[in-house]
């Protein structure tokens, strides 16, 4: 999933300050998994920034509805009814979920309330760990099912490097040498060949190389 | 604000915290009537919203109280809440809100004379510090539309 | 031959081949470069210019290597992974060779985090080995990594860093295959005081029969102080220092320490010099290359031969 965090309450308060009254939206997907601006989210956030700016004896009205998803149109057109009046937009989604906001409100300024982190998975409850970053071209199946762009500092594809030390990465204790983890795997696997093979220089296209990247799948769209 | 009474909010479990206030009452020991109680499963159901909203609503202090370590029915529910107080305080500190108003509790439900101690210091701190900045800016507000009204 | 380099030269000819190593300075500032090429002249057979070494921003490795072109030397340019595109690196190892610079060697380079920049991106378009494969490419078929031919193809003599001392030791025997594989001729370790740990890597290497197939020089460096060797032993990744070695830089007085760090050296080139498959040596004396001569000279590898 896309994982993010809030930004600081701070930062929004200056977002929000020139207005009467805002919409924040949150998402009910990726957002909602790692705690970051799902509903309950929203209702922290309403709460806090009203508090912030009662302080300073400033009112805002501050509507709070979250979407199942803000990536999709189809979703995003249910805030039609709820912008009314609204001076402004806060979403709690994604940047993929902020720009659709926008694109379909484009009279209305739109702000994003977390920071979009990196696509990753759940290691224990509370933490997200970076597994994926997209490069369109995967080659999990000969790696042991661990990705070396995403999981090496140096997205070495024929690593581990000469820092390597203890199974940790040179940059810190708390990360894992991604090629030590490849390797384990490959031997649990009877793989150990494949870590010989030498993998060519990768062709980065696929991974943004040529620029921003569509999908058209020729069966659904019309 | 000359005669401030603080008002404070206690989320009490029930296995613990609520049986402790409980047996203060049975013993007759008082305690101030500025906490309200409220009875929870267990101290790690408060939800930092419902410790936000409590603020936003105006109350003074807040306070989760809990079992004492090891000894949570639900084996580490006070340990999960200690650290979900930890959390709203930051967020507080981010608000403006002083973090010394909200606070973690822990006893045992034999403790009738701790609950209501505890329940007198955390009243008396709060009177200290004053009303809460949200406490006093809902104040503020009241008065200017009385103002306007008149 | 594959080059004109006078390092393959010297490995060809069978001789124990001595390199060190000149970090250029963080500024532009040419007479540093020539001051430390002075202390090498005549004393090593190629001298490694560092590519923005720990991730800390100097003067390019290229404009190092030609400066110490001009003073008589012969540069060994490093280049990195970290910092520039495969584009950037074909361009610049054309310039290299136009400019007279015959041998290289290709590394990832440290995190940027280690350095001065850490809010970089770190580029590594290729890794090392990619980039042995691609500079092989380049001199061997007179193509580029795209494919197209290049008109003036440059023949360089190509190195890789090897790490018997990281983790996971099985693989290290089984990188430095795949380093060879990909084209390396040449090899420098990381700095070795772990003499048994550096042996064991080499009985794996010799029965694979890869010090056939490729040159290895072993690395060495002189301790300049306790401290030193601390720092070594416990904050960079990747380094082997015994504690034995810290005990006997820490049983002299401070005064007589650079004397036992530098003896460590010499003892320690000579117990390498037994160690079937050592084609050479590497001495990186990091701000103290006033001190190589005395090094090379006690370990009996002077005067150099004439190829």
């Known amino acids: 999933m896309i994982t993010a965090e809030r930004k600081p309450l701070e930062e929004l308060i200056e977002y929000v300050r020139p207005y009467k009254r805002v919409l924040l939206v949150g998402c009910n997907e990726c957002v909602t998994v790692c705690a970051a601006g799902g509903r309950k989210e929203v209702g922290l956030l309403a709460s806090g920034l009203h508090m912030a700016l009662l302080k300073s004896g400033v009112t805002i009205e501050i509507r709070e509805h979250t979407l199942e998803r803000q990536c999709d149109p189809e979703y995003v057109e249910e805030l039609v009814p709820m912008t009314d009046g609204v001076d402004a937009i806060i979403s709690m989604a994604c940047g993929c979920g902020v720009q659709e906001v926008a694109r379909r409100f484009k009279g209305k300024p739109v702000f994003p309330a977390v920071n979009t982190k990196f696509m990753g998975a759940s290691e224990r409850q509370g933490v997200w760990a970076e597994r994926c970053q997209g490069c369109g071209d995967c080659l999990l199946g000969r790696t042991g ?28 204790d708390d990360v894992d040498c991604a090629w030590a983890l490849i390797w384990d795997r490959l031997k649990e696997l009877g793989q150990e060949e494949r870590f010989v093979e030498i993998m060519p220089a990768k062709d980065w296209r696929p991974g943004g190389g040529s620029g921003p990247r569509k999908i058209i799948r020729e069966d659904l769209a019309e | 604000m000359d005669n401030f009474e603080p008002v404070i909010v206690a989320f009490c479990c029930h296995y613990c915290a609520y049986t402790a206030a409980d047996m203060a009452g049975s013993q007759r020991l008082s305690y101030p009537p500025n906490v309200k109680i409220i009875r929870v499963p267990c101290s790690s159901k408060v939800d930092a919203l419902h410790i936000v909203k409590a603020f936003e609503k105006g109350a003074d202090g807040v306070y989760v109280a809990g079992c ?27 608000i403006g809100i002083e973090s010394e108003r909200l606070e973690m509790v822990m006893m045992s439900a034999g403790m009738g004379y701790r609950f209501a101690q505890k329940a007198t210091e955390i ?26 009204t008149e | ?40 002249h005549g004393i090593v057979d190629a001298v490694n210019v560092t590519d923005n070494q720990t991730a800390m921003v100097r003067m390019s490795s290229l404009a190092a290597s030609v400066l110490l072109k001009q003073e008589g030397l012969n540069p060994l340019y490093q280049l990195v992974t970290r910092d520039r595109n495969r584009l950037a690196m074909q361009a610049d190892i054309l310039g290299a060779y136009s400019l007279g610079i015959d041998t290289m060697l290709c590394l990832s380079g440290d995190h940027t985090k280690f350095g001065d920049h850490p809010m970089a991106m770190n580029v590594h378009d290729i890794d090392s080995i990619q980039l042995i ?5 380049m001199r061997d078929e007179g193509l580029f990594q ?53 042996e064991k890597w080499m009985e794996g290497v010799c029965a694979r029969g890869l010090h056939k197939q490729c040159y290895i020089l072993a690395g060495v460096t002189p301790i300049k102080s306790v401290g030193a060797a601390r720092y070594m032993k416990t904050k960079v990744p990747g380094m082997d220092v015994p504690q034995e ?7 002299v007085p401070k005064e007589k320490q650079p004397e036992e760090g530098i003896a460590i050296c010499v003892e320690t080139i000579q117990r390498l010099k037994k160690v079937e498959g050592v084609a050479g040596f590497h001495i990186m004396a990091i701000d103290w290359e006033e001190k190589v001569k005395e090094i090379v000279e006690r370990a009996g590898l002077l005067p150099r031969p004439q190829v």
């Open chain 3, 133 to 137: 494969q691609m500079v092989k490419k």
């Open chain 2, 68 to 94: 004492l370590e090891g000894d949570c029915h639900f084996k580490n529910g006070n340990s999960r809440a200690a650290r979900l107080v930890e959390h709203v305080q930051k967020y507080m500190d981010e």
């Open chain 2, 123 to 148: 009243t008396e701190k709060i009177r200290k510090l004053g009303p809460s900045p949200i406490h006093a800016a809902i104040g503020r507000q009241e008065r200017d539309v009385c103002i306007m």
């Open chain 3, 146 to 198: 795209g494919g197209a031919e290049i008109k003036g193809a440059p023949k360089m003599f190509i190195g890789a860093a090897a790490n018997p001392f990281a983790d996971p030791f099985e693989l290290r025997v089984l990188r430095l295959a795949k380093k060879i594989a990909a084209g390396a001729d040449f090899i420098q370790t990381q700095c070795i005081f772990n003499v048994e740990k550096f």
């Open chain 3, 1 to 40: 031959m594959k080059t004109d380099s006078r390092l393959e030269k010297i490995l060809a000819a069978g001789h124990l081949a001595v390199t060190s190593e000149c970090g250029p300075p963080r500024g532009a500032q040419p007479d540093k470069v020539r001051e430390k090429g002075r202390y090498l």
């Open chain 3, 245 to 251: 070695i810290v005990d006997r830089m820490a049983s």
């Open chain 1, 145 to 172: 099912g661990v990705c070396p762009i995403a999981r090496c500092a140096k997205q070495l594809m024929n690593g581990p490097c000469g820092g390597s030390t203890g199974g940790h990465c040179e940059i810190g």
